[in-house]
């Protein structure tokens, strides 16, 4: 058990240029969750996927957002025409099917928005 | 989904216990009371959960109360690597959409002295 891997660990960007984030849940984690925390603040959902499928969508994910799982395995969520008010944390977490399984999440990419 | 209260800080010094209080008066049936942790640039960390019976676990002990509107984290000897920001979260196992989701609240930030 490797854990929850996200890349980068931190990225600074202009206002207006597009993003990407990287997610490698634990292997055999079939659901795959991205969360997005801002200063004192809790993580907030964002999205969530079983396998290739997104099957969620948070109002806080805006149409200047995707994610994607293509293979049901790693995941990326973009981000596009950036805005100072998308700097924050986002998280990665992943969890098998089995009932009361916990979240487990990655160590978060900053990002920071210019 | 239903909402917990937590108290904004705590303090404790180290190697005495720890009570972490949480109430949920509108807590249903089928939601699972957990609660998860998040070290300084970390992401969260699962602690323990549970539904009606107290929990223990390697890191920590759930006390849940009869009525099942509040609970109790126990650290039972706090350490300096306690120091977090600690969240308790219902989850409704039964829920059809996002199962596994959690919303979380801000939490509680404890601060252990030596």
């Known amino acids: 058990d490797t854990g929850v891997s996200q890349d980068p660990r931190h990225k600074i960007t202009k206002r207006g240029q597009n993003v990407t984030f990287r997610c490698d849940p634990i292997?055999?984690?079939?659901?795959l969750y991205w969360y997005r925390q801002t200063l004192g603040q809790g993580p907030e959902f964002l999205t969530y996927f079983q396998n290739e499928a997104q099957l969620e969508k948070s109002r806080l994910l805006s149409d200047r957002f995707s994610a994607e799982r293509p293979k049901g395995s790693f995941s990326t969520l973009e981000i596009q025409r950036t805005e100072q008010g998308d700097s924050a944390m986002y998280l990665c977490?992943?969890?098998?099917?089995?009932?009361?399984?916990?979240?487990?999440f990655g160590n978060g990419t900053r990002l920071t928005v210019t | 989904d239903a909402k917990t209260t937590q108290p904004n800080s705590m303090e404790s010094n180290e190697e005495e216990p720890v009570h972490l209080p949480c109430n949920h008066s509108?807590?249903?049936?089928?939601?699972?009371i957990h609660w998860y942790r998040q070290l300084p640039s970390q992401g969260p960390e699962y602690v323990i959960h549970?539904?009606?019976s107290n929990v223990n676990n390697r890191m920590a002990s759930l006390a849940i109360a009869e009525d099942r509107k509040s609970s109790t984290l126990i650290l039972h000897r706090a350490t300096l690597r306690d120091a977090a920001v600690y969240y308790c979260i219902l989850r409704d196992e039964n829920y059809g959409g996002s199962q596994g989701n959690l919303i979380f609240g801000k939490g509680t930030k404890l601060s252990v002295k030596p």
């Open positions: 549970g539904l009606t």
């Open positions: 292997s055999e984690h079939n659901r």
């Open positions: 509108t807590i249903s049936g089928t939601d699972y």
């Open positions: 977490a992943s969890r098998t099917d089995r009932g009361h399984s916990p979240l487990h």
